[in-house]
């Protein structure tokens, strides 16, 4: 520093405000985000640059590798929901991400648009303008469902572009897509071709309401209260043991005694013979029940049934041996279409948990049933109940009741059958018990309707036939699927359990539906064989005809003009509908295959975790009956979105998070933080209070990013330093940006949002805000600007700034993209960047260990100078110059080379080795270090507002100071200013 006699004393300008020479950041970047008029400005920025093009066409002039993830369809329905926010969140960090890594990203969105939902919505439209469906044309219902389809596509998508999620928009997908529908029944002729498809006649899940078959998938169980009948069956064939004794049966469904054909026992059952000796005395009514009544009960649920006839005393007469045994049916009596014998037939699903020991067997409506009247060799399946849920006109004494009502108010309650059979077996007297129970009960998801079990003519696709194909090499579906599964990377890995546990226990797969809106199955079958025709010719009109006109071409076009040659009185054309999950099943086979820049398998399906049993699973099921693997390398699934209490969501209770509506008072950006904030594996909560929580973390890391950009105005390259010409708090930072870098490279690899932003969170709050920003404060404002301190806190600052924009960018990317531009305006898109490399020699493990240690001796200075706050004995923490003890030699050579007054945001500090006395403030949880807080000597620096012995008047400032003025004095001079 020059001769002060040479030149004005800068102790002369005493009316100098000294703010003009001080560094203070200052960016234009907000501090309120404004992020609902912010980002849709953005998201025309993207829309005018067609960002996800430019950025598959960046990384594809780089000869990038491939990532492809396959979009499950959503269903076109509705406007989306939180579930859909979440997802769609989930597969933008997936595609961000990707990008970041380097790889080119094939991502197109895409809807599912068939089946009963629109069906049913279309159908309310009609009888609205009072019009049932069966007095529209098939065409003209078809094109509504298309027309209310497209219009929620619409919706959606514009939901999922304003939550910021980037894809191939213009070439989206849907099902409905002539194209689509014609790849999708193409998939369906494999199926036939290679002999996996059948008809057979089984009772299966059936919706009287939506008057269609219903596979697993879409049934669902809700609580129900049914009536419960014990019946008497008259035994006609058996030991002397069993005359006069009737078998008693125990059931929740009433309305399918007349469908009955047997009775199920199990051999490992002990069973006996009950009379009745005297019935309970003084009861409101006269039970059905009579002293000499003989019953064939299960030992040990004699009592229970016994009870609820209201049998006060009676006896075991002897054990009985149930096999060859034949019952009458127990309305015999009142018609002769009921006259036929009902065999006992083993059974091993019969149990004694409850009822009676004896399960009441009617083969067409119980998946049980049917197989056991199989097993007996029995081949006839009685038809009882129609499509709408009545009975068939051939059912005697019950023709035309309906079990389940499916028009009117009423409808999918259950109609007048269950009291019309209890009221015949009154009459009949062979009603023993009645009640009622409380338990599940299978309902339709869509319509919320109860099903039935009901035997109907249904399309299947086998799984457990062996194929000896090329595609199969001998194997079942089941086991190539079971393979698959084997082969697929899970994200959790807890995936993998859960969907081979149902595809070992799924039955054959049935593919048919008797609704209008679908894709057919388009296939003609032989009159006289029951065979469905495959003739490659015959398919190959079929499919080019949808492909030019839809699935409508189907139901309007005459078999003729599919048929060719061949004689058409011989053949049926079937017109079911394929199940939707077919549909959604099959879309790898247009989206992946066919199309440019893109490959199968899909390196990732990404979906909710109920799709194990609905599009993983049918995917996989489509894939490996026609490719012999399933369509996908990994699956990653996420959890349901449920209130900040933890339920369910609904829009009835009024409960339900709407996205649309926080997007309009916080941003998109709000929602994604909280998507990247969950465990997304398991459920995740939300409601005001955690959004309130998401918005304050936020605020945390846009003030980070704020700080950054108002800290590097102006910064350049000439300015930048090397980091062996750093101070060891900047070598620090550095070694933390190399540890994050491999850190968020890996989370982003294994989809682990919440290690990204739970990572960079902390690194904003800890390491930057309240260590290295709030230590190089001081330096940064008040150093002259050519200081290598200073130079070296701007270079870090550059660098975290590089690094935080882009690693932050697939979650937060509105934001990201607004620092980014406001820095560097033309310098293009942040989202076209790739994570920098980060320098392995940033890469330093002492610095690690040395700040480790310093912050230990650090927390017991603030806690000392804390009190000293709170009794008033200093105001801010300059007003000090603490005096440590550090008994621990590793912590105070972690002082070695470092400004320790700097470190604790003090004028001054002292350290020394030892105990400390015994009145200075300790910490239990850091050994071996005193703090006695002692106040600064000197006075306050007029411009850095430090306090020093140097400074004292007529100085006003510090050495530093004086010289920081001065170097800005001479750099501007027209700035000078004297007293």
Not at 373 to 394: F, N
Not at 513 to 525: E, T
Not at 618 to 627: A, D, F, Q
Not at 741 to 759: K, N, T
Request: charged residues 25%; glycine residues 8%; proline residues 6%.
């Amino acid at each position: 520093m020059a001769d002060d006699a040479e030149k004005p004393p800068l102790q002369e300008k005493e009316g100098r405000d000294y703010r003009a020479t001080i560094f203070l950041p200052d960016t234009p970047f907000p501090m309120r985000a404004g992020l609902p008029q912010k980002e849709p400005q953005i998201l025309e920025r993207w829309a005018e640059m067609d960002l996800y093009h430019a950025m598959r066409r960046a990384r594809q002039a780089d000869a990038a590798p491939l990532f492809v993830l396959h979009d499950g369809p959503p269903y076109a329905n509705g406007a989306i929901h939180i579930g859909h926010s979440l997802q769609k969140t989930l597969k933008d960090f997936v595609v961000r991400s990707r990008f970041a890594l380097g790889y080119d990203v094939d991502y197109l969105p895409g809807w599912d648009c068939h089946g009963l939902p629109i069906e049913w919505k279309v159908e309310e439209e009609f009888r609205a303008r009072g019009r049932r469906k069966d007095e529209v044309s098939k065409a003209e219902f078809r094109a509504r469902c298309r027309e209310y389809a497209e219009h929620w596509i619409g919706v959606q998508m514009a939901g999922f572009k304003r939550l910021g999620v980037i894809g191939d928009w213009e070439h989206r997908y849907s099902t409905m897509d002539f194209s689509s529908e014609a790849a999708i029944v193409a998939e369906f002729h494999k199926f036939v071709a290679s002999g996996q498809l059948y008809r057979g006649s089984k009772p299966v899940m059936w919706s009287p309401v939506e008057r269609t078959a219903l596979a697993d998938a879409e049934v669902e169980y809700h609580d129900h209260v049914s009536p419960t009948i014990w019946v008497k069956f008259p035994v006609v064939e058996g030991s002397s043991a069993v005359r006069n004794a009737s078998v008693v049966i125990w059931t929740t469904t009433p309305w399918t005694i007349p469908a009955n054909r047997a009775i199920s026992y199990n051999p490992d059952i002990a069973y006996a013979v009950y009379e009745v000796e005297a019935m309970e005395t003084g009861l409101a009514f006269e039970p059905w029940a009579k002293a000499g009544d003989r019953l064939i009960l299960a030992e040990r649920l004699a009592s229970e049934v016994m009870a609820a006839a209201r049998v006060a005393q009676y006896r075991r007469v002897e054990a009985v041996d149930c096999e060859g045994m034949v019952c009458a049916h127990p309305l015999a009596g009142l018609d002769s279409h009921y006259g036929f014998p009902v065999p006992l037939l083993a059974g091993e699903h019969v149990t004694e948990d409850a009822g009676t020991g004896f399960v009441h067997t009617a083969p067409g409506h119980g998946a049980d049933d049917y197989a056991v009247w199989l097993a007996h060799g029995h081949r006839e399946i009685p038809d009882t109940v129609d499509p709408d849920g009545a009975y068939y006109p051939q059912v005697a004494l019950f023709a035309g009741l309906k079990v389940l009502e499916t028009e009117g108010r009423h409808a999918g309650r259950f109609g007048p059958a269950n009291d019309a059979v209890i009221g015949k077996l009154i009459e009949a007297g062979k009603l023993l018990a009645r009640g009622r129970i409380e338990h599940t009960y299978p309902h339709s998801w869509r319509s919320k309707a109860p099903v039935i079990f009901r035997n109907t003519p249904q399309w299947f696709i086998r799984i457990d036939e062996p194929l000896d194909d090329a595609v199969h090499g001998g194997r079942t579906l089941r086991e190539t699927a079971l393979d698959s599964i084997d082969a697929t990377a899970f994200f959790p890995e807890a995936g993998r359990n859960r969907i081979r546990a149902m595809v070992e226990g799924r039955p054959d797969w049935l593919i048919s539906r008797q609704r209008a809106w679908g894709s057919p199955l388009a296939m003609f079958v032989d009159k006289e064989t029951g065979q469905p025709l495959h003739d490659p010719d015959v398919n190959r009109r079929i499919v080019e005809a949808i492909a030019a006109e839809g699935a409508d071409a189907w139901f309007t076009r005459a078999p003729s003009e599919f048929l060719g040659n061949r004689d058409v009185r011989r053949y049926e054309k079937v017109e079911d509908i394929l199940d939707v999950w077919f549909d959604s099943g099959a879309t790898h086979a247009f989206v992946l295959e066919g199309r440019s820049n893109t490959r199968w398998p899909a390196d990732l399906y990404l979906e909710g975790s109920d799709q194990h049993r609905g599009w993983f699973q049918s995917s996989l099921l489509e894939s490996s009956g026609t490719r012999g693997r399933a369509p996908y390398e990994a699956i990653l699934t996420h959890g349901f979105t449920v209130t900040e209490a933890g339920e369910k969501m609904s829009k009835s209770l009024g409960n339900a998070v709407e996205p649309m509506e926080v997007i309009k008072e916080s941003g998109a950006e709000i929602l994604r933080l909280w998507a990247a904030l969950v465990d997304y594996t398991e459920d995740q909560r939300i409601g005001k209070t955690i959004l309130q929580t998401t918005a304050d973390a936020y605020r945390k890391l846009r003030n980070t990013i704020r700080y950054l950009l108002g800290a590097l105005g102006g910064f350049a390259d000439a300015e930048r330093l090397e980091p062996g010409e750093m101070p060891p708090l900047e070598r620090f930072i550095l070694h933390r940006l190399w540890e994050l870098d491999g850190q968020v490279r890996q989370a982003y690899e294994v989809y682990a949002f919440q290690d990204v932003s739970h990572a960079l969170l902390a690194f904003c709050q800890d390491e930057l805000s309240a260590l290295f920003f709030d230590v190089r404060r001081d330096a940064l404002y008040c150093d002259r600007p050519d200081s290598l301190r200073r130079r070296a806190v701007r270079t870090v600052m550059d660098a975290v700034f590089e690094r935080l924009t882009i690693w932050l960018s697939p979650l937060l990317p509105f934001t990201m993209e607004e620092a980014w531009t406001t820095r560097f305006p033309d310098a293009g898109s942040n989202c076209l960047r790739v994570f920098p490399e980060t320098p392995a020699g940033w890469r330093d493990g002492a610095e690690a260990e040395r700040w480790t240690k310093v912050q230990k001796v650090t927390a017991v200075v603030n806690g000392a100078l804390e009190i000293e706050r709170r009794e008033k004995r200093i105001g801010a923490s300059l007003e000090a110059a603490p005096r440590v003890s550090i008994a621990a030699p590793e912590l105070l050579a972690a002082f070695e080379g470092l400004d320790a007054a700097e470190v604790f945001r003090t004028s001054g500090a002292s350290l020394a080795a030892g105990e400390g006395p015994p009145a200075a403030f300790r910490l239990a949880e850091v050994a071996g270090v005193a703090v006695e807080p002692q106040l600064a000597p000197g006075c306050k620096c007029a411009r850095c507002w430090r306090v020093l012995p140097e400074v004292s008047a007529p100085r006003l400032l510090c050495l530093r100071c004086e010289d920081a003025v001065e170097a800005f004095d001479r750099a501007n001079p027209e700035a000078r200013v004297t007293a």
